[in-house]
């Protein structure tokens, strides 16, 4: 949702860390406007996504949002890929919505038209996505980071929900994420007051795992996505299901899915070589059946 919060609207962006060369068109996707989308890791089984609206702060227009998506739906659709990275730049993950996109938008278009309602596609992927945030995560760049499986933060990374500041609230999953991951209380706090926490108060708070040197964490957030994507597909799609569904589920209907998806896997290829392989002491070759 729209949170470009105050300070942040005069930071300025001179041009991302990844030079001229680094990122290859996805061969099997489209042109992109507002991304940059390649392939990653020793095996290319990495998706990689990076915000590309530098001097905008990697802000989150419709457009962007709507590459995003696509760029999704071509990894997901890719038997190659195991898992996906999204990242945005150094100064910026993503500051925010785009403020004057939504500035003269009325109640009736917003409402009749589901204003945000597709922004959601990211935490519907089958696939692992890991978030590797550098900057300001703010509003809109907050959810989209929370969307994802697992964020890994750069040690100068922000996190924040000030939409308040914007007279509004958050629209994209800002208080039902950000109250999931951190509690109750942290959530208020930062939803009612606008104010930022550091990566490592993020961390200490559980809403990221890990927190590396601001060069590190990209090529983190990839190394992680190569461990697994190493694993059989369909059984981490099942594995990222049961995960899920604890923040959705009481925890007895928890269990009855975890069990469900338990029994699952001994229909399975992979669940049949992964214990065979393991009782013969030797590497496991998944074929994601």
Known sequence: MAALCRGVLRVAVHGCRYGPGMFREFSSGPS????????????????????????????LCDGLMTE???????????????AIVITGGEKAFAAGADIKEMQNRTFQECYGGSFLSH??????????VIAAVNGFALGGGCELAMMCDIIYAGEKAQFGQPEILLGTIPGAGGTQRL???????????MVLTGDRISAQEAKAAGLVSKVYPVDKVVD???????????????????????VNGAFELSLSEGNRLEKRLFHSTFATDDR??????????RKANFVDQ
Request: net charge positive.
């Open 272 to 281: 049949k070589e992964g214990m065979t392989a393991f009782v013969e002491k």
């Open 32 to 59: 992109y406007q507002y991304i940059l989308v390649e392939r990653r890791g020793q095996s290319q089984n990495v998706g990689f996504i990076q915000l590309n609206r530098p001097k905008a702060l990697n802000a």
């Open 179 to 189: 109250t999931r991951a951190v509690g109750k209380s942290m959530a208020m706090e």
């Open 220 to 242: 983190e957030a990839v190394t992680c996505g190569e461990k697994i994507a190493k694993n059989s597909k369909l059984i981490v799609s099942m594995a990222k299901e049961a």
């Open 119 to 128: 922004w959601n596609r990211v935490s519907t992927v089958k696939k692992p």
């Open 68 to 82: 995003i998506n696509q760029a999704l739906d071509s990894f997901e659709l890719d038997p190659q890929i195991g």
